[in-house]
């Protein structure tokens, strides 16, 4: 897979994973990569198998292997779960749930969350019974509660894909320790202004 790792100081930093959204490329997030060179973080982003000129067809059993396997190769260099921040965008909010589940990372971080692709299937397509016709389900609301470390959710209120109402209901689910930046105006692609990044860089500083 595809992928790039800033490495700021890996003795004395924590490390965010970053799991993307379901259009674009690398490169479509190169702002929001420039603000993290900006924080005392290390980072590491890959694309998806079907995505930026990689091999393979996007599944949910595929992508969730994807995740593993970008958090494994930090592993092997040394830098384990609890280094690790887990940081999901619209899509890649499902996937960081299913890898943060029952495990021992140091943080997450969700933008734009949905609480199942059934539920948005529904709100799409409200007259089929949507449940019985997906594949890939992407239940988060389901296992939310088997966070078990810091959460960190932002949702824009005029979000036009993810409404805003189903990022209340993850946050409203998670457990405690939790925090939120929900902005009035911001829609599905958050602005990544001085208010977002000082919620992230004060999410940053609670872990330690």
């Known amino acids: 897979l595809l992928g790039w790792f800033h490495n700021k100081n890996l003795k004395n930093y924590k490390t965010i ?13 190169i702002h929001k990569l420039n603000h993290f060179r900006d924080m005392d973080v290390n980072f590491l982003i890959i694309a998806w198998r079907g995505y930026s000129g990689n091999p393979g067809k996007p599944s949910e059993e595929g992508l969730y292997k994807d995740a593993l396997g970008g958090i494994k190769w930090l592993n092997k260099k040394g830098i384990f779960n609890d280094q690790i921040i887990l940081y999901g965008e619209s899509l890649g909010t499902a996937i960081a749930t299913e890898i943060g589940q029952n495990n021992n990372f140091a943080g997450i971080i969700l933008e734009a969350p949905f609480t199942s692709m059934v539920d948005m299937g529904q709100k799409i397509y409200p007259i089929f019974p949507v449940k019985f016709l997906l594949k ?20 824009g209120k005029k979000d036009k894909i993810v409404p805003f109402y189903m990022g209340e209901k993850i946050y409203s689910l998670a457990n405690e320790k939790k925090s939120k930046y929900f902005t009035e105006n911001d829609d599905h692609m958050m602005e990544f202004d001085v208010k977002l990044n000082e919620a992230i860089k004060d999410f940053l500083k609670s872990l330690g």
């Open 17 to 29: 994973v970053y799991f993307h959204g379901n259009a674009g490329t690398l490169e479509n997030r």
């Open 136 to 155: 890939d389900r992407y239940e988060t609301k389901k296992k939310i509660k088997n966070i078990k470390f810091p959460i960190l959710i932002m949702h």
